[in-house]
């Protein structure tokens, strides 16, 4: 956790300072630069000094030991489905809805109704009715 603290901090160090610069290049005059970089230095200041705080509050991570193995970080990775075709349509109904963003509505919905049917199918794969409550 220190690292990535650590990583956050730096896109701070660097976004906040390069938004200085890029204002002056652009005379102050093109906001939506100042602002994006402006939001990024502050998030990543945000997220590195939570990360620094809560780092205080936990046990220490085997990812800041310097000795530290892989066999310390691994547990319960939660359970894959190799023989899943649900990804497939899924996949499928991203590509209608992003061309729907280009073609029309209608193609968009088509897309939208598509992806929720393989989400769902995806999400309740592996459920039976005896399992339902």
Same mark, same amino acid.
């Not at 005379?27 to 620094?52: H, N, Q, S």
């Given at each position: /956790? &220190?690292?990535?603290?650590?990583? $956050?901090?730096?896109?701070?160090?660097?976004?906040?300072?390069?938004?200085?610069?890029?204002?002056?290049?652009?005379?102050?005059?093109?906001?939506?630069?100042?602002?994006?970089?402006?939001?990024?230095?502050? /998030?990543?200041?945000?997220?590195? /000094?939570?990360?620094? /705080?809560?780092?205080?509050?936990?046990? &220490?991570?085997?990812?800041?030991?310097?000795?530290?193995?892989?066999?310390?970080?691994?547990?319960?990775?939660?359970?894959?489905?190799?023989?899943?075709?649900?990804?497939?349509?899924?996949?499928?109904?991203?590509?209608?809805?992003?061309?729907?963003?280009?073609?029309?509505?209608?193609? $968009?919905?088509?897309?939208?109704?598509?992806?929720?049917?393989?989400?769902?199918?995806?999400? $309740?794969?592996?459920?039976?009715?005896?399992?339902?409550?």
């Amino acid at each position: /956790m &220190r690292q990535t603290s650590a990583l $956050f901090n730096a896109a701070a160090i660097f976004f906040l300072p390069v938004m200085v610069i890029y204002g002056i290049f652009t005379k102050w005059t093109e906001p939506v630069g100042l602002v994006a970089l402006t939001l990024l230095g502050f /998030m990543g200041l945000m997220v590195g /000094m939570y990360l620094r /705080m809560t780092m205080k509050k936990l046990d &220490r991570d085997p990812a800041d030991d310097p000795r530290g193995e892989q066999w310390m970080q691994e547990g319960e990775y939660g359970f894959f489905s190799p023989h899943s075709w649900w990804p497939l349509p899924l996949a499928v109904s991203a590509i209608i809805v992003f061309l729907g963003l280009r073609l029309g509505l209608w193609v $968009f919905l088509v897309g939208v109704v598509f992806g929720a049917v393989a989400l769902i199918g995806w999400a $309740f794969e592996y459920y039976r009715e005896d399992m339902v409550i």
